[in-house]
């Protein structure tokens, strides 16, 4: 029986970066969990708590749109906010550091016209308004809830806890 795994996250985490490198390592072990990616901001505009991770997000729904591989996605994404500083505020400084993996020019153009921005404020309302995430990284399966504790996330055992146990 396939069950859905929905991840709630945002680039800009530390914690999520740790969370998904766990997540890569345990995932194979468990064929029958689906992950289902919902992205979301952090820290809104106009709230200013460091970068703001839009342009990432729509990056983000750009990239399933055109289908690229979205763990490659991810990985860059993450890189670009927290390892290698990237200005990801930036839409020319975003779209260089992923032209090997999009079309720039379609890439960029659709991030200058916020192609996706309604997507991503969808994914926010459905993190913070229906599916009660006040902190990421967030995980859903079926009833049971992960919620990171702010400034502390989720250990690999939480993880591997709830993949174990999806009919809880």
Same mark, same amino acid.
């Given at each position: 029986m %396939?069950?859905?795994?929905?991840?709630? *996250?945002?680039?800009?985490?530390?914690? &999520?970066? %740790?969370?998904?490198?766990?997540? /890569?390592? =345990?995932?194979?072990?468990?064929?029958?969990?689906?992950i289902v990616w919902h992205p979301c901001?952090?820290?809104?505009?106009p709230d200013r708590y460091g970068p703001h991770s839009d342009l990432c997000i729509q990056g983000y729904f750009y990239a399933v749109d055109k289908g690229i591989d979205i763990l490659e996605f991810h990985e860059r994404m993450y890189q670009a906010a927290q390892k290698?500083? +990237?200005?990801?505020?930036?839409? @020319?400084? !975003?779209?260089?550091? +992923? $032209? @090997? !993996?999009? @079309?720039?020019? @379609? *890439? &960029? =153009? $659709?991030?200058?016209? #916020?192609?996706?921005?309604g997507k991503l404020e969808e994914s926010n309302k459905l993190a913070f308004e229906n599916s009660g995430v006040w902190a990421v990284p967030a995980y859903r399966m079926g009833a049971l809830k992960l919620d990171? +504790?702010?400034? +502390? #996330?989720? $250990? /690999?055992?939480?993880? &591997?806890?709830? !993949? %174990?146990?999806p009919c809880m």
């Open positions: %396939k069950h859905e795994l929905h991840i709630f *996250f945002d680039y800009i985490c530390p914690y &999520r970066l %740790k969370a998904h490198n766990h997540l /890569k390592e =345990l995932i194979p072990d468990y064929p029958d969990v689906t901001e952090s820290h809104p505009r290698e500083h +990237v200005n990801i505020e930036d839409i @020319d400084a !975003l779209t260089e550091y +992923v $032209s @090997d !993996l999009v @079309d720039a020019d @379609d *890439f &960029r =153009l $659709s991030l200058q016209l #916020g192609t996706y921005r990171a +504790v702010e400034n +502390v #996330g989720v $250990s /690999k055992e939480q993880i &591997r806890h709830l !993949l %174990k146990n």
